[in-house]
């Protein structure tokens, strides 16, 4: 069964860090990109970052830009997401999600994580 599984998200105090993991099973992350999205209630969905099969390129979304690193490894078969300087409006819930085309236009996502819950507060 082809499954994306993320973890990671709490709740932690503004300026604080955390690191998402986007674990699959049931296929290999190898051929695919990886991209992270995040979604609060009432708001439409948006993208985070995404990085390509082989890790050579990456983006990022302006609203994280510099504060937020994806990484894989594909020994493993995960996705992280390093989220440090983080502020109350980067709370969401966080999906992953994988693609075979690059981009972070969501329609390009096959496989769907159940998402994990981030909260940012003091």
């Known amino acids: 069964q082809v499954q994306l599984v993320e973890s990671g998200g709490g709740l932690v105090q503004p300026g604080g860090s955390l690191r998402l993991s986007c674990a699959a099973s049931?296929?290999?992350?190898?051929?695919?990109?990886i991209g992270w999205f995040r979604q609060v209630p009432g708001k439409e969905r948006e993208g985070v970052s995404c990085?390509?099969?082989?890790?050579?390129?990456?983006h990022y979304a302006n609203s994280v830009k510099g504060r937020l690193t994806i990484s894989r490894d594909n020994a493993k078969n995960t996705v992280y997401l390093q989220m440090n300087s983080l502020k109350p409006e980067d709370t969401a819930v966080y999906y992953c999600?994988?693609?075979?085309?690059?981009?972070?236009?969501?329609?390009?996502?096959?496989?769907w994580g159940q998402g994990t819950q981030v909260t940012v507060s003091s």
């Open positions: 999600a994988a693609a075979v085309l690059y981009g972070l236009a969501d329609g390009k996502y096959v496989y």
């Open positions: 049931g296929f290999s992350l190898d051929d695919y990109v």
């Open positions: 990085i390509s099969s082989s890790g050579d390129k990456i």
